[in-house]
């Protein structure tokens, strides 16, 4: 009866030494999928102590080793959630969410678009695709779409995967946009969706009013400048190749809406001059922006 006892206990506690180290996995950063998968891509390698990053770090927003130890102990989106976060004190995140990009590229190597955030503008994308393309070129785009989207993964993630080379491409390219459409061109699946991922990124940035500046994807202001928007409401989709516009179209209206304000009476009117054939797509993405302003 007392070894049955003694049984019982030591089953007990052993019970109780597995649901401790479950809950220690999944509250400790440190110890999770991420931290594992660091292991996994460094060989095992032990990393620099992390010891002393807490998880609310303002240092990470302007101290590049600061801003390495937190994404060793945190990953990428818990990294880019606390930049944008700071944005209110310290201003626009998406620089050093650009540097992030590149630590997780170091870091991860292809595999860094397992883990992102899309906050601070897309920096982690544009940093890590530039990394990539800094390291690869742009020759082999096909090679390149396999190691960084994967077709393992199910159609949502494939699109946004795909979506994200298309800002890196544009950030790459300096935002040229003809030459980031080309090479959206080379890949061998989804080209639509990098399509849209360099027009997105083309309305994120500041309209070039002096032909002499050029963009500065990097730079130490963080603001990126294209030549590729003006007070035309329907530029550039009426000026891309026919291929490209109806993905231009798509998301054209958030240019409207910087030219227009709120007024859904006046884009709703430049939609009506858009090619009959890409109206619908102006009109849905007019319909986007109505739900994203009035939600």
């Not at 999770?32 to 891509?41: A, I, M, S, T």
């Not at 993964?153 to 040229?176: K, M, P, R």
């Amino acid at each position: 009866m007392q070894k049955r006892l003694t049984i019982i206990k030591l089953a007990t506690v052993g019970a109780l030494l597995v649901v401790m180290l479950v809950v220690l996995a999944v509250t400790n950063p440190a110890k999770n999928g991420w931290h594992r998968l660091v292991g996994l891509v460094t060989g095992g390698q032990a990393a620099e102590s992390t010891s002393h990053i807490g998880l609310h770090n303002e240092s990470i927003f302007s101290q590049d080793t600061a801003l390495q130890a937190y994404m060793q102990k945190y990953g990428p989106k818990q990294t880019i959630r606390e930049l944008h976060g700071l944005e209110k004190k310290f201003g626009s995140c998406h620089q050093p969410a650009h540097r992030a990009g590149h630590i997780g590229y170091r870091l991860l190597g292809d595999k860094a678009l397992i883990e992102y955030g899309p906050e601070c503008q897309s920096g982690y994308y544009h940093g890590v695709i530039e990394a990539y393309f800094r390291d690869h070129g742009t020759k082999d785009l096909a090679n390149s779409l396999e190691s960084l989207c994967p077709v393992t993964q199910n159609s949502f993630f494939d699109h946004q995967c795909v979506h994200g080379i298309g800002h890196g491409l544009l950030a790459w390219t300096d935002y040229e946009l003809p030459e980031a459409l080309k090479a959206c061109d080379q890949l061998p699946r989804r080209t639509d969706s990098c399509w849209t991922g360099v027009f997105m990124e083309n309305l994120s940035a500041q309209i070039t009013k002096d032909p002499t500046l050029t963009s500065d994807p990097v730079g130490e202001s963080g603001i990126h400048t294209t030549k590729y928007l003006s007070n035309d409401p329907l530029y550039p989709c009426n000026a891309v190749g026919a291929a490209y516009q109806n993905s231009c179209y798509f998301l054209q209206t958030s240019r409207m809406l910087q030219i227009f304000g709120q007024d859904f009476g006046k884009i709703a009117t430049a939609c009506s001059k858009a090619p009959p054939l890409h109206q619908s797509s102006c009109y849905a993405s007019m319909g986007r922006d109505v739900g994203g302003t009035y939600k």
